[in-house]
């Protein structure tokens, strides 16, 4: 009987908790800033409209995630897709996020200030906003970051992995350090983030290097955002931010939104990572010299990469390392100042249960269960960021 009892009481407890995480998750306004889903999907011709298999993102799945408002990322490499540059490439990818909310007029809306942010989440939208990922898609030009602005980009990160001429990158500030030509932002890099405040562009300084994250915070009259970081003191990485950083950004009013990627979550993760592809290189390299037949060296290296693609599978983080992240920034600064930026369907790996953008509400229910208050949760899965766009939109 006495057992009977405690199951009941244990039962009736999960149901609540079960309960109280989809009441606080769907009432809270749920933005990520990171997702490359335009870049890996939807410019090969993939439609997101209807439910797809491949990839983290479509609509019914933002849906069912709960997620109400999320920036897309317009990405292209260092090396440009269309023979006329990295603003075309851009403009491309602005016309592929313009033709998907067209085809969906009710149930997402292309959001280009405060106000129709804020509507949007009230018609029960996916509210969806533009931030370019590369300081090098305005080719050194204040005219087109401009012109980026009338066609709706609403934060610019910096830079991506490369460095531009005025402004450079984590990658190259750490592992590229000897060949760096100019390290931080120069005048024209100062500028940049000048017009980008009185336009009305959020500054991101994600994948900005140290020196670069610090002269524009020297800049910059406006909060920052951080649209795909994680924590350098638990994942040592290259895109993590360090404690003084975190508090940096604090003092300015911004925001560090948490990248989902493995590497940027787990030191484990990441070291084996590097073990491995060590390993890889090693026997590619013993292969060269060896009177084996090509057939025969490529079933070797692919015997290899079958064996790290299930070892890095078998070592995923779990979903409170992830939230680790997010504990640690509370901890150190406040629950002000950290947010989610999930960067989905522009990472190889993801935490155990957060496979894709149906996963959030898992988020909630672990930092309630660590005893976070409602009012926090909010704060974290929307607020802040919401903050800022308060304070930089026009
Ligand atoms: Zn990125």
């Not at 933002?62 to 403009?91: H, I, L, M, P, Y």
């Not at 009710?106 to 969806?128: D, H, P, S």
Request: glycine residues 8%; hydrophobic residues 40%.
């Amino acid at each position: 009987m006495r057992i009977i009892f405690f199951l009941l009481v244990l039962f009736t407890t999960t149901l609540v908790t079960a309960q109280s995480v989809k009441k606080i998750h769907s009432k809270a306004v749920l933005v990520d800033t990171h997702n490359d889903v335009l870049s890996s999907g939807v410019l090969d011709g993939i439609d997101i409209s209807k439910r797809v298999k491949e990839g983290h993102s479509d609509l019914d799945r933002w849906k069912e995630g709960g997620v109400d408002v999320q920036f897309f990322s317009v990405w292209t490499g260092e090396k440009a897709r269309n023979k006329e540059g990295f603003f075309q490439d851009a403009k491309q990818e602005i016309d592929s996020l313009n033709i998907l909310a067209l085809k969906n007029p009710f149930r997402m809306t292309l959001a280009r200030n405060y106000r129709e942010v804020k509507k949007g989440i009230r018609q029960g939208k996916l509210v969806a906003l533009i931030g370019v990922e590369g300081g090098h898609m305005i080719e050194n030009d204040l005219g087109k970051l401009e012109e980026l602005y009338q066609q709706d980009m609403r934060y610019m990160t910096l830079t991506w992995n490369n460095s531009t001429s005025w402004a450079s990158s984590a990658m190259d500030e750490t592992l590229h350090a000897d060949s760096l030509k100019q390290k931080g932002l120069t005048d024209f890099g100062k500028k940049v983030v000048k017009r980008m405040n009185e336009l009305g562009i959020i500054v991101d300084l994600s994948h900005t290097g140290e020196q670069t994250f610090y002269d524009a915070l020297g800049v910059t009259t406006k909060p920052v955002l951080l649209s795909h970081s994680s924590v350098w003191n638990i994942c040592p990485v290259f895109r993590n931010v360090k404690d003084d950083q975190i508090k940096a950004v604090a003092k300015n009013g911004g925001v560090i939104c948490i990248n989902f990627y493995s590497g940027f979550i787990s030191r484990e993760y990441d070291q084996l990572q590097k073990l491995l592809l060590g390993r890889k290189d090693s026997l590619q390299e013993a292969l060269i010299s060896q009177a084996l037949p090509q057939d025969e060296k490529d079933r070797l290296v692919m015997q290899f990469n079958k064996y790290y693609d299930s070892a890095m599978y078998a070592s995923r983080p779990a979903l409170s390392q992830l939230v680790d992240h997010i504990d640690y920034i509370v901890k150190l600064v406040g629950d002000d100042y950290a947010g989610i930026g999930s960067d989905y369907d522009g990472v190889g790996s993801l935490p155990v249960g957060l496979e894709d953008v149906t996963t959030y509400p898992k988020i909630t229910e672990e930092l309630l269960r660590r005893g976070y208050s409602k009012k926090s949760i909010n704060k974290i899965l929307g607020g802040n960021v919401l903050r800022v766009m308060k304070a930089n939109f026009k």
